[in-house]
């Protein structure tokens, strides 16, 4: 049973038998829904606020968790709307091509630098982001990939 059934046998249940019931039944569900959402991404962003005061101020990077399922980031999505924590691994991404500048580096070797094994593909989530925005560039020369300031650099997350 696909979930359009399971969610009308739901609303049979709960006495709402018309179409046009459950049409209102899940339409007030998706504004519920939606507030929900509005709701976490401003804890979100007040989470990546705090962590970023604590920078500020010297203090030790909280713990981050380690994120095991797979992460896709909509390349149409602009920096505001990126997950905070994958908007950090950005951030640590650049600095880490700007230190560098202007040697050229391989994706492992951002990796290795940025974060732990276990968050390897967050930082390849990030650098597809930054790659798709042209933030930064990828040149591939025979078997070598390597990566590169872009020629949208200056708007890099920072």
């Known amino acids: 049973m696909n979930f359009a059934d399971?969610?009308?046998?739901?609303?049979?249940?709960?006495?709402?038998?018309t179409p046009t019931d459950i049409c209102q039944t899940a339409q007030a569900e998706i504004v519920s829904l939606e507030e929900e959402i509005k709701k976490i991404e401003l804890i979100r962003t007040r989470q990546s606020n705090l962590r970023n005061v604590i920078r500020q101020l010297g203090g030790l990077e909280v713990t981050k968790r380690a994120k095991k399922a797979p992460m896709i980031v909509d390349p149409l999505l602009n920096e505001s709307e990126l997950d905070p924590y994958v908007r950090q691994v950005c951030v640590k991404v650049c600095r880490y091509i700007d230190a560098q500048h202007p040697k050229k580096l391989k994706p492992r070797d951002i990796m290795d630098a940025v974060a732990s094994l276990e968050e390897n593909k967050i930082v390849l989530t990030a650098i597809k982001w930054l790659w798709d925005h042209a933030i930064i560039e990828r040149q591939e020369n025979s078997l070598v990939r390597e990566i590169s300031k872009g020629k949208n650099w200056h708007e890099r997350p920072v």
């Open 6 to 17: 399971q969610y009308i046998a739901f609303c049979i249940e709960q006495g709402k038998t």
